[in-house]
C-alpha cells in the first residue's frame, strides 16, 4: 500500500488547519454558506434533510486495517454506530456535527486519510478496479498511477471550481472492472508492443438525467504523457462547458454538443499546444518512487496439496461450498483467492457497515489479508490475498458477524444510494426499497437459479445508485406527492456497458417489489435454459414480453 | 476598491473606465475587450500611458494575443467566484503568451481563493468592498501543493522529491515488473 512521506501528510495538516478556519469563520457568520458552501464540499461535507453528512476518500478503493479501525472509532464516536460504503469508493457518516468535523480530519489523517474532494465542482476521488494488483486477468496494477492521479488533482491550481464534479476512473485489467465507461474521464492501461505503459483515453460518460457511455479520444497516450494530456482535457472542458444549467454541465455534453472529433481536435491542439515537458520527467520520477508501495505482499508459500478447501468441500459442507463457490474469485496466485464480503445479508441496508463488523473484518484482515481490504463500486468489501488454506477460517469468521452471506453478483446484492431517509436531493426513499427486494429474494437458491443478476436503485434522477447500468434499475421519483418507482433494463456495467432503457411508467412503492418478481418470473419462465443468463435473455427477446407482463390489461 | 499587491494593501493607480466614458488623454487606464478591439483601437494603440483591458469568463484570450506587448495589465472578471474559468486564462498568459504584466482579479474575489489564483498566475487583488481586510494579510499566502508547474511562492512536493529527475527517457515508461 501506499504510505505518506513527511510532505503528503504536511499537505494533509496543512489544509485540515485551513478548513478548520473555514469552519470556525462560518460559525462566527463572517462566511456566509454561499461562500462557505464550496470549501466545505472539498472537504466532504454535505448538508443533509437532517444533519451534516462527511464523506471520506478511500482512494482507489485500498483499505489498511489500520484504516479500517479508525473508521470504526469515527462511526461510533461521531455516527451511531455504523459507517456507509458508497458506489465511488467512499464512506459517509451520517451525523456528525460541524464542529467536530476538522478533528475527526485529524484523527483519519493520523492513519493517511481524507475526505478532501469527495465533493464539489473538482476532480473526485480517483477510483479504481478493487482487484487491482491481485486479478489473475491483469495488465499491470493501475493504482500508482492513481495515486500519481489523486495528488496531482489535490488542491489543483486550475482545476478547482470546473462547471461541475468530475471522475476519473482507472482500469487495470483485461475486463473493465472499474466501469470507467460510466466516468467524466476512462482510462485503461494498455502495454504497446514495446512493453510502455500507458493508457487509452475515453472521455464524457455519465449517469444522471442523460446517461452516456464514454467515447474513446485516444487510443494510447503514454504515461509520462499522461497529466499533459488530462490537462488539455480539463482546460477544454474548464473553458468551454457549459455554465448556464447545472444540468448541461457535466463534460459529456459538451463533448456530445461539440461532437467527439470535434472535441478530440480541441484536446489534441491543446495537449500540443501546452505539453509540459517538467510534467513528464516528474511523472517518470514520481511513478518510480510510488510504484514500489504496490509491491505484492510476500504470500507465504502454501501448497495447494493442504488445501483444507478441498477437504471441506469433501466434507459437504454445503454453506461454504456455496460461499466459496458465489463469493470468491481466481487470484493471479493459484494458492491464494480473492474474497468478496457481501454488505447485503437480507434485508439490510445496502452498503451499511458497523462498527464492530469494521473492526472484525481489520482483525481478519490482518490475520489472513496482508492487513489489507479493498471496498467496491458495488458497495462491498473485499480480502484481496487470502491463501486458500485459510478459507475455511475466514468464511467461519465472516459468518459470525453476518457478513458471508453468498449472494455477490446475485439478486440480493443490492446497489441502492441511500435515498429520500437521508439525502437533500432524493425525491424517493431508496433503502426501505432495497430491504424489501433483499427479503422478498432472500431464499438463495431461488437467487442461483436466477443467476448472475445486477439490481441497482437511486433515490433520485441523479443516479448515485447506477441504475442505469443495472440488469434491472429502479429509479425513485416523486409523482403528484407520491412515490414513484421507475424500472429500466438491460444496463450493463464494465466491457459490455450498455444503458438500461425505461419500461413504461413508474410503480408506487407499494407495487414495486411485485413488479421485480414480475420482470423475473418471465425471464425464469421463458428463458431458453437455466444457462441463459438474464441479460442474455433480454439483448436476444427484447422488452417486449416484459413490457406485458408488466403492463399488460389483467 | 482596496488593491492587495505582494502581500499587502497598495494604492491602485489605474483608472477602469466603463465602456461610454470618454478616453483621458493621459493615464492608465483599463478598457473592456470590446472597446480595445472596436473602432478606438487605432487611438488606444497610438496612446501614450499605459494600457490595459478587463477580460469577461467567457471572453477568449486568444482574441488578445497581437494586443499583449502594449498591455500593462490584464484584470480577469469574476463575476462569481465559482466560475473557474479565468484560472485558465491566467495561466494561458502567463505560461502559453508569457504575459508579464500585472493580472488581476476582480469582482467576487475571495482571500480562501487566494492560492489557487496566485498559482495560476494572478498577482493583482482587487478585494471587494466589505471583505475583512485584516483576513487577507493573515490568510494570503502560499502552502505546499504538488502541481510542479504552478506560478509563485507555493513549494511543490513532486519538485521537492525529485530536485533533479533528469531527461524523460525516450523509451518511455516500462512497464511495471510485479508477477
Ligand atoms: S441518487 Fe439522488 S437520492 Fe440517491 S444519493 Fe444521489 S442525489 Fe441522493
Not at chain 1, 160 to 185: E, M, N, W
Not at chain 1, 235 to 245: A, E, L, Q, S
Not at chain 1, 324 to 337: C, E, G, K, W
Not at chain 1, 502 to 513: K, Q, R, S
Request: proline share 7%; aromatic share 8%.
Amino acid at each position: 500500500m501506499y504510505r505518506y512521506d513527511d510532505r503528503d501528510a504536511e499537505f494533509v495538516r496543512e489544509r485540515i488547519a485551513r478548513f478548520r478556519d473555514q469552519v470556525q469563520r462560518r460559525l462566527r457568520g463572517e462566511l456566509g454558506e454561499e461562500e462557505f458552501r464550496p470549501w466545505r464540499l472539498m472537504n466532504g461535507v454535505y448538508l443533509q434533510l437532517h444533519a451534516y453528512m462527511l464523506r471520506v476518500a478511500i482512494p482507489y478503493g485500498t483499505l489498511s486495517a489500520v484504516q479500517l479501525r479508525r473508521l470504526a472509532d469515527i462511526a461510533e464516536r461521531y455516527d451511531r454506530g455504523y459507517g456507509h460504503f458508497t458506489t465511488r469508493q467512499n464512506i459517509q457518516f451520517n451525523w456528525p456535527r460541524l464542529v467536530d468535523i476538522p478533528d475527526i480530519l485529524e484523527q483519519l489523517a493520523e492513519v493517511e486519510m481524507h475526505a478532501i474532494q469527495t465533493s464539489g465542482n473538482c476532480i473526485r476521488n480517483i477510483t479504481c478496479d478493487p482487484w487491482a494488483g491481485v486479478a489473475a486477468d491483469e495488465i499491470e496494477d493501475p493504482r500508482p498511477w492513481c495515486e500519481l492521479l489523486r495528488q496531482w488533482s489535490s488542491d489543483h491550481q486550475e482545476f478547482t471550481f470546473l462547471p461541475r464534479k468530475f471522475k476519473v476512473a482507472v482500469s487495470g485489467g483485461r475486463r473493465d472492472r472499474a466501469a470507467v465507461r460510466i466516468h467524466d474521464i476512462g482510462l485503461r492501461l494498455r502495454h504497446d508492443d514495446e512493453g510502455r505503459t500507458g493508457f487509452e483515453v475515453m472521455v464524457g460518460g455519465g449517469l444522471g438525467r442523460t446517461p452516456i457511455l464514454a467515447k474513446t479520444i485516444r487510443e494510447w497516450i503514454p504515461g509520462e504523457e499522461l497529466l499533459s494530456y488530462l490537462t488539455a482535457i480539463l482546460r477544454v472542458y474548464n473553458r468551454y462547458g457549459r455554465r448556464d444549467n447545472k444540468y448541461k454541465a457535466r463534460i459529456k455534453i459538451l463533448v456530445h454538443e461539440l461532437g467527439t472529433e470535434e472535441f478530440r481536435r480541441q484536446v489534441e491542439a491543446e495537449y500540443t499546444a501546452g505539453r509540459r515537458p517538467e510534467l513528464a520527467r516528474l511523472t517518470v520520477a514520481e511513478i518510480a518512487r510510488i510504484r514500489p508501495f504496490f509491491a505484492p505482499p510476500d504470500y507465504a508459500d502454501r501448497s495447494p496439496g493442504t488445501d483444507p478447501c478441498a477437504k471441506h468441500a469433501a466434507a459437504d459442507d454445503a454453506a461454504f461450498r456455496r460461499w466459496l463457490s458465489v463469493n470468491t474469485a481466481a487470484h493471479r496466485r493459484p494458492d491464494h483467492a480473492i474474497v468478496e464480503i457481501s454488505l447485503k445479508p437480507p434485508g439490510g441496508v445496502p452498503g451499511n457497515m458497523t462498527a464492530a463488523q469494521m473492526r472484525l473484518v481489520a482483525t481478519l484482515a490482518e490475520r489472513c489479508s496482508h492487513g489489507e481490504i479493498r471496498v467496491t463500486a458495488e458497495q462491498n468489501l473485499v480480502l484481496p490475498h487470502v491463501a486458500r488454506a485459510d478459507l475455511h477460517t475466514v468464511w467461519e469468521t465472516l459468518d459470525t458477524a453476518g457478513l458471508a452471506t453468498p449472494n455477490l453478483g446475485h439478486l440480493s446484492d443490492i446497489v441502492a444510494c441511500p435515498g429520500l431517509d437521508f439525502c437533500a436531493l432524493a425525491t424517493a426513499r431508496s433503502i426501505p426499497v432495497a430491504q424489501a427486494i433483499g427479503r422478498r429474494f432472500a431464499d438463495l437458491d431461488r437467487q442461483y437459479e436466477i443467476g448472475p443478476l445486477k439490481l441497482k436503485m437511486s433515490g433520485c434522477i441523479n443516479a448515485c445508485g447506477h441504475h442505469h447500468v443495472a440488469h434491472i434499475g429502479i429509479l425513485g421519483l416523486e409523482k403528484r406527492g407520491r412515490e414513484s418507482y421507475q424500472i429500466t433494463l438491460g444496463g450493463s456495467g464494465g466491457d459490455e456497458a450498455a444503458i438500461g432503457r425505461v419500461l413504461g411508467p413508474g410503480f408506487a412503492a407499494e407495487e414495486i417489489v411485485d413488479a421485480v418478481e414480475r420482470v423475473i418470473t418471465t425471464y425464469l419462465t421463458n428463458r431458453r435454459d437455466p444457462r441463459e443468463t438474464f441479460l442474455d435473455y433480454l439483448r436476444r427477446v427484447g422488452f417486449q414480453p416484459f413490457k406485458d407482463a408488466l403492463y399488460a390489461p389483467v | 476598491m482596496p488593491l492587495f499587491k505582494n502581500g499587502r494593501f497598495v494604492d491602485d493607480p489605474w483608472l477602469f473606465l466603463a465602456d461610454g466614458e470618454p478616453l483621458p488623454g493621459e493615464g492608465m487606464v483599463v478598457v473592456s475587450l470590446a472597446r480595445l478591439l472596436g473602432s478606438e483601437a487605432p487611438a488606444l494603440a497610438d496612446r501614450d500611458g499605459w494600457l490595459g483591458v478587463s477580460l469577461a469568463p467567457a471572453e477568449p484570450v486568444e482574441k488578445l494575443r497581437p494586443w499583449l506587448p502594449r498591455l500593462a495589465l490584464v484584470a480577469l472578471a469574476f463575476p462569481v467566484f465559482t466560475d473557474g474559468r479565468p484560472f485558465s486564462t491566467a495561466r494561458l498568459l502567463r505560461e502559453r503568451y508569457g504575459f508579464t504584466g500585472e493580472i488581476r482579479a476582480v469582482g467576487q474575489v475571495l482571500v480562501d481563493q487566494y492560492p489557487f489564483m496566485v498559482r495560476s498566475g494572478f498577482d493583482a487583488f482587487a478585494v471587494p468592498r466589505g471583505s475583512e481586510l485584516r483576513g487577507w494579510q493573515e490568510r494570503a499566502r502560499p502552502h505546499l501543493v504538488y502541481q510542479p508547474d504552478g506560478r509563485g511562492e507555493a513549494p511543490s512536493i513532486w519538485r521537492l522529491r525529485h530536485p533533479d529527475p533528469g531527461p524523460a527517457s525516450p523509451r518511455g515508461i516500462p512497464r511495471m515488473t510485479t508477477a
